[in-house]
T-cell receptor
Framework: SQTIHQWPATLVQPVGSPLSLECTVE??????LYWYRQAAGRGLQLLFY??????ISSEVPQNLSASRPQDRQFILSSKKLLLSDSGFYLC??????????FGPGTRLTVL | QKEVEQDPGPLSVPEGAIVSLNCTYS??????FMWYRQYSRKGPELLMY????GNKEDGRFTAQVDKSSKYISLFIRDSQPSDSATYLC??????????FGKGTSLLVTP
């Protein structure tokens, strides 16, 4: 069966510091991978998706970036965090476009 | 107008009640409809997936899609305290992006 991992689970970072969140998927090959942010009262917002190694599509312009160095690894980064980057970051995978499965999430607090 | 509207609740029901959760949408291109359950501080879990209009049943859960009214529902029969969570509807027109509602908070009291 497929499993999706995210780490760290919780992160507290100062404004202006860098960020690196990692997501890995087990049990499937060539998955579509997604990064979402869930902020209080704002629902789930798609940030990036990737259909293959090195292929990244950005849905929302911001100071975040994503990379896919390996087939089942997806990384979310920032060079300088803003207060508005606080939220619950979720990685998801799918084998087809519509049915997405989510990881446990990373709760990020920027102070 | 937001593409997907969902009443945030909270919705409180006694154990054993039938729960009805709903979403409306504005984009007639949506064809794929999903319901996710999210416990506090956890990732969303896929509950139901429906393509186009109609009903789908899985145990105590029934999903309904009415494309003519742009309205989808999730029914939970014999609700249990373990059903207490936030329920998110999601839909797409076949692209990579899912359009989510903001979620309805459900509390089932013993």
């Amino acid at each position: 069966s497929q499993t999706i991992h995210q780490w760290p689970a919780t992160l507290v970072q100062p404004v202006g510091s860098p960020l690196s969140l990692e997501c890995t998927v087990e049990g499937t090959s060539n998955p579509n991978l997604y990064w979402y942010r869930q902020a209080a009262g704002r629902g789930l917002q798609l940030l990036f998706y990737s259909v293959g190694i090195g292929q990244i599509s950005s849905e929302v312009p911001q100071n975040l970036s994503a990379s896919r160095p390996q087939d089942r690894q997806f990384i979310l980064s920032s060079k300088k965090l803003l207060l508005s980057d606080s939220g619950f970051y979720l990685c998801a995978w799918s084998s087809v476009k519509d049915t997405q499965y989510f990881g446990p999430g990373t709760r990020l607090t920027v102070l | 107008q937001k593409e997907v509207e969902q009443d945030p609740g909270p919705l409180s029901v006694p154990e054993g009640a039938i729960v009805s959760l709903n979403c409306t949408y504005s984009n007639s291109a949506f064809q794929y409809f999903m319901w996710y359950r999210q416990y506090s501080r956890k990732g969303p879990e896929l509950l139901m997936y429906t393509y186009s209009s109609g009903n789908k049943e899985d145990g105590r859960f029934t999903a309904q899609v009415d494309k003519s009214s742009k309205y989808i529902s999730l029914f939970i029969r014999d609700s249990q305290p373990s059903d207490s969570a936030t329920y998110l509807c999601a839909m797409s027109g076949g692209g990579y992006a899912l359009n989510f509602g903001k979620g309805t908070s459900l509390l089932v009291t013993p």
